[in-house]
């Protein structure tokens, strides 16, 4: 049924009155209650995941050192004594770790953890509330919020050390103002989104372009300056700092990831290797609205055949509900379905590198469209007695998928930290801090736990925390790489793993056998590799440490365990 709408502002809030009321499901009068308890046990589950497993993801380390340093007097950077390095993307995951420090050395990474689960829980609650202002049917809102507080990946990078979790919150913040768009709420959750995700600026300029075409409409453009000044008071003293401190507003990491990946991934391809290269993107994606487990870091591998299924299955959902956006044209679902079209083209054809952290938040959004699709569908194919039963029994099944995945990949978690992490990645930086002097230089991709347990210099790639690095990478676009870097720079070590070693080898690079020798390797044991999860899909689980004009120690061996 068409309906219209008549537009005015009452007391400084806008309103949409439309002629006919989307109806609104009877909910259970339990459901209170059950809201409360899905979200009380997110935030279990994630401590739970805290204490089992200790996950601690390489780029929490990055960033926890930056905070550590500060606290310390030593400067908000990477490494102390050199120049100021912008090497942090979320204002937020550097702040929180801060206020830790400085209430208590070593508590930066613990309260950036305490404030994730309890974000879970606030991410929870948030999503169910919006469902049921949507309309939705409650077992919808039920498979929501259960989505979101047991599926791995939404548990993993939180938990882990990194700002994803409050990313996720205060984005359903931001979605949640929109209901009543009371401009100084809309403004502030605006301005929390430019402080957790510099690339949040995206959704920033959605709401702002809708909110800007209600109030044209509405012939009043005041609500939309109070947004704007919202988002100035709370964005703009960052960005001043940024530019004081760091000489640039902008993070080191955006351009070292914008010069040292190759981001035209399409340039070249065949119009069927397009299509083909398109539809794999948008499988990893969205691969976490299936059972897949991402905490490799590397390629997503799906639980059976079945996980791949489940993904496209709610990706249909999702364009269901994007369509029902386009037609009802009111404000929030427009601006949900922004989101997704909007954030989805970005990952596919404007970055060359998605990481699986990236995509937590768009799947998190994609499951409130795909919400509506679902609802949508039901309601036009079951009559409404019958309707519960389908819906119910959905919820039930996904749900349970996720959670039989959770009980896998939990464990999986717990031995890539004890084995990989701990075994193998901090026993590096360990070694390093222990053989360099503090004027001696590392090279590396991998920066995390190398830079954290050595506090040396380290270039890494693509230059997160090294200026130098990027400027090489700008000066020479066409020859960039991993080892055309090290090649340059030729630091005192290098922390190279095997297929990285051999790639170089391969590619002529001979300055690895004339200029450097081993010295070190730290491997996980052929007898452990077997207790982790997709163990082939872990690249990180051998290190060679070379030396410059050194000689390799006899019969050295620094395999951990």
């Not at 070249?268 to 290797?273: M, N, T």
């Not at 079209?341 to 409130?368: E, H, K, R």
Request: proline share 5%; with cysteine.
């Amino acid at each position: 049924m068409r309906r219209t709408e008549q537009l005015r502002w009452e007391n400084g809030i806008y309103r949409s009155r439309p002629e006919m009321l989307r109806a609104v499901p009877v909910e259970p009068r339990w459901a209170s209650r059950v809201i409360f308890g899905v979200s009380f046990f997110a935030v279990a589950v994630r401590l739970f995941f805290w204490y089992y497993t200790r996950r601690t993801w390489e780029d929490g380390l990055i960033t926890v050192q930056h905070a550590e340093n500060a606290a310390r007097g030593l400067g908000l950077t990477h490494v102390a004594g050199g120049p100021h390095v912008h090497g942090f993307t979320s204002p937020i995951s550097v702040l929180i770790p801060l206020l830790g420090e400085l209430a208590h050395p070593g508590f930066g990474l613990p309260l950036l953890r305490l404030v994730s689960a309890v974000c879970g829980g606030v991410t929870v609650w948030l999503a169910m509330r919006i469902s049921q202002r949507l309309g939705l049917a409650f077992p919808i809102s039920l498979l929501i919020g259960g989505y979101l507080a047991i599926e791995h990946q939404q548990i993993l990078f939180g938990m882990a050390g990194m700002e994803t979790q409050v990313a996720v919150t205060i984005l359903f913040f931001s979605i949640y103002s929109l209901f009543d768009l009371k401009p100084i709420h809309v403004g502030i959750s605006l301005g929390l989104c430019m402080l957790v995700r510099p690339d949040f600026g995206f959704w920033v300029v959605i709401v702002i372009a809708l909110v800007g075409w209600r109030c044209w409409n509405g012939h009043d453009l005041g609500p939309l300056e109070t947004i704007l000044l919202a988002l100035l008071l709370i964005y703009g003293p960052w960005l001043a700092f940024t530019t004081w401190y760091y000489g640039s507003p902008l993070p080191n990491t955006v351009l070292a990831k914008a010069w040292g990946y190759e981001n035209r991934w399409y340039a070249g391809l065949s119009a069927s290797g397009f299509l083909l290269t398109v539809i794999g993107r948008v499988r990893q994606i969205f691969a976490t609205l299936g059972t897949v487990y991402w905490g490799n870091g590397g390629s997503t591998v799906f639980f059976l055949p079945f996980g791949g299924l489940i993904c496209f299955a709610v990706l249909l959902f999702v364009l269901v509900g994007m369509a029902v956006a386009g037609s009802r044209k009111d404000l929030l679902t427009l601006a949900i379905a922004g989101f997704v079209l909007v954030y989805s083209l970005y990952y596919l054809f404007l970055m060359g590198v998605v990481f699986p952290w990236y995509c937590v938040p768009l799947a998190a959004v994609a499951m409130l469209a795909g919400g509506i699709g679902l609802d949508i569908l039901l309601k036009d194919c079951f009559a409404e007695r019958w309707r519960p039963i389908p819906a119910y029994a959905l919820t039930i099944a996904y749900l349970a998928s996720l959670v039989a995945v959770a009980a896998v990949t939990f464990r999986g978690e717990k031995n890539v930290q004890a084995f990989v992490e701990d075994g193998v990645r901090k026993q590096v930086g360990l070694y390093l801090a222990g053989v360099t002097r503090p004027s001696e230089t590392i090279g590396s991709e991998s920066l995390g736990y190398v830079g954290y347990y050595s506090r040396r210099v380290v270039y890494d790639y693509p230059g997160l925390c090294n200026r130098q690095v990027v400027r090489f990478e700008r000066e020479h676009p066409t020859k960039h790489k991993l080892l055309d870097m090290l090649a340059y720079f030729h630091p005192d070590y290098i922390v190279l793993r095997p297929a990285e070693y051999l790639r170089g080898l391969k590619q002529g690079q001979s300055w690895l056998l004339t200029d450097y020798q081993q010295v070190a390797s730290f491997r996980v044991p052929e007898e452990k590799r077997s207790q982790l999860l997709f163990p082939e899909g872990n690249i990180d689980l051998e290190f060679y440490v070379l030396k410059r004009g050194s000689y390799p120690l006899e019969g050295y061996s620094a395999s951990p365990h």
